[in-house]
């Protein structure tokens, strides 16, 4: 997990002015390549890329092509990667501050239901616990809560049980336990989240009404302690 934290620490999101969806993934595989990790997403379902990078109204599984990533543009980099043998899944907001206070406020609110969510990942807590805690801080921010994809296991395999729901009801759901492993990520959009995916690269996630849509995940692993995020370096605060 912190070998995927140092890639993302590598991006900044000045270099990517004017770079196309295409030329940031190679540059985030040959991070992966440094880091002595492999993509989950090359090639997985013939997906064609090392990452998923989506723009504005995309929300997931955005495919790296030629389109031209500018300084109005709200980006979300994921990345699943894997570690001799483990998987490490994370996603992360990248746009130039101060360009949009819609920009602000939905990083802010990905941020915040992400912390929430993270802190109800406990002992004696269940999967309904993180649905719960992600849904109310999004809709304290009058955002739509995506509810066609969600958080998931994780371990030797990309897509591991439980599903983890960005909605739910306290104590309803799997139960946790020390030692579990889950990929937290919180998805919203500014209207309506009601979405289609791209008729031509059969991947890309956005939604309809071409409202904004936010994305961003981490990985998390249940300790005798509380739960411990792998994918942030100790410096870092969300």
């Known amino acids: 997990g912190e070998r995927l934290a140092y890639v993302f620490n590598a991006i900044s ?78 996603a992360r907001i990248f746009y130039k501050k101060g360009v949009n206070f819609i920009f602000d406020t939905m990083e802010k609110c990905a941020n915040e239901s992400l912390i929430s969510g993270i802190n109800a990942f406990q002992r004696g807590n269940t999967v309904g616990c993180i649905g719960n805690a992600i849904f109310e801080v999004i809709k304290n921010y009058r955002y739509a809560v995506v509810e066609d994809f969600a958080g998931h296991g994780i371990g030797k395999q990309m897509h591991e049980p439980p599903e983890v729901l960005n909605y739910g009801v306290k104590k309803r759901g799997q139960q946790f336990y020390v030692g579990m492993a889950l990929a937290i990520e919180p998805m919203f959009c500014q209207f309506s989240a009601v979405l289609e995916h791209d008729k031509n690269d059969k991947w890309t996630v956005r939604t309809i009404d071409k409202g904004l849509a936010a994305h961003i995940e981490d990985t998390v692993v249940l300790t005798h302690e509380g739960p411990v995020i792998t994918t942030r370096l100790k410096k870092e605060i969300i």
């Open 13 to 90: 999101f000045f270099f990517l002015f004017g770079k196309t969806k295409k030329q940031l993934d190679l540059h985030v595989g040959s991070l992966l390549d440094k880091y002595e990790m492999k993509s989950c997403c090359l090639g997985y379902k013939q997906f064609s890329g090392y990452s998923c990078i989506s723009l504005n109204q995309e929300l997931v599984h955005g495919v790296p092509n030629e389109t031209i990533i500018t300084e109005v543009d709200f980006l979300k980099l994921d990345i699943c990667a894997s570690y001799k043998g483990f998987c490490a899944d994370a």
